[in-house]
């Protein structure tokens, strides 16, 4: 068994002892040394022992704090993807596919924070300080006071940074980077973890704000341990279709703002320009009613966003019909065709199904299910919805349409935008001053009977 040691402590000088005594050798007060039991129990090489911190500064419940300063980049979808602006001593992860315009963007947000008066570093590890320099003279960015460095060795950047003490600091990618103390390739677990708990709590203990590039899986995920996102203050994911213009930053953790806030950008040869109305860019280019298309009025943080729903319905030659879904939840679809043909009686079997959501956008939120369903059946009645009607609510197993939050915001979007009609579910908390005509529905069947004349 292991050798329990027993600390005595002296309560005037705090002077530590293996053995009692009456008198401290310390500071020479009488009857001032009493025992004091260890943090922890086990051999000092395993646990904590018998040494002890220092005591922590507690506060309660009711006290307040002034919120944190921010650094607004000018880039009005940047800021508002961080929550208002750049947060000192913050660590923001971004990832995104390749070529998707990680490096672009930050190029960019880093040209911002640097006129804006940050002192701002970027550190690459993919590319050359020329081609760096070449796409900043792309971009117009050429004249902007922003710090450049090629390097991937994490000694000399902690080094660099710890001398130049920049406001902001910018590492293109975390992949890349290796720290000598751990034995491992660039790009692996340990060396990934490793670097980034150093970056992170550099930040830290400097109050400076660094953000890091990670690489994606090829399900889109950031690679290496989902331990590097809890490091993080903010997670952001820079979405969008290679044969689309638009990209959209996701944030889909952000302890300094609202979580699921979205920034549009469109893709130019002047490279990203941001959109101050996605809604009006995503119907831009509606054609005159078809079957198969349905407008849905989504919350995307605190923002309303409108999209369409795009889909077809076609026999099929196989003996197992195909769902093709791009931009929402496969699952969802199939749960959306199961409650149509049980509550409704309108089978799909047989039937190919492709459903898109138009513009690269991609949709999450339980509250397009009527639209998809809205969709769905325009397509196989070959029945147009009207081109000024929008659909929200969500559809429960049992055929009931469920209502909403921000009925209210999503219909001022919609009467913003020019529509005059909006189909929603029952008990909809819509507001008095919407402005549209609005049909409610308790139930799906109820819905299908009124719009396409079955159920």
Known sequence: MAKTTKNFVCQS????????????ESCGEWNSIVE?????????????????????ALSDLSSTEAPPPRTESGVAEFDRVLGGGLVPASAVLVGGDPGIGKSTLLLQAAAHFARAGLKTLYVSGEEASAQVRMRAQRLGLADAPVKLAAETNLRDILTTLEE????????????????????SAPGSVS???????????FAKRRGMAVILVGHVTKEGQIAGPRVVEHMVDTVLYFEGERGHQFRILRAVKNRFGPADEIGVFEMTGGGLAEVANPSALFLSDRDEPAPGAAVFAGIEGTRPVLVEFQCLVAPSPLSQPRRSVLGWDGGRLAMILAVLEARCGIPFAGLDV???VAGGMRVGEPAADLAVACALLSAREDVAIPRDTVVFG???LSGALRPVGQTENRLKE???????????????KAGEDSGLALKSYADLAGFVGDMFGAG
């Open 164 to 183: 130049e003490r920049p406001g902001l600091a910018i590492i293109d990618s975390i992949q890349t980077m290796w720290a000598d103390n751990v034995d």
């Open 414 to 428: 919609a009467q913003k935008l020019g529509f005059t009609s909006a189909i929603a579910p029952a008990r909809s």
């Open 13 to 24: 000088c705090g002077a530590s002892t293996s053995k009692w005594a009456g008198r401290c």
């Open 354 to 356: 492709y459903l898109n």
């Open 36 to 56: 004091e039991k260890p943090l922890s129990s086990g051999p000092a090489s395993k646990t904590l022992g018998a040494a002890r911190g220092r005591s922590v």
């Open 191 to 201: 060396q990934v973890r490793a670097a980034a708990h150093e970056l992170v709590t």
């Open 394 to 396: 969500e559809i429960s």
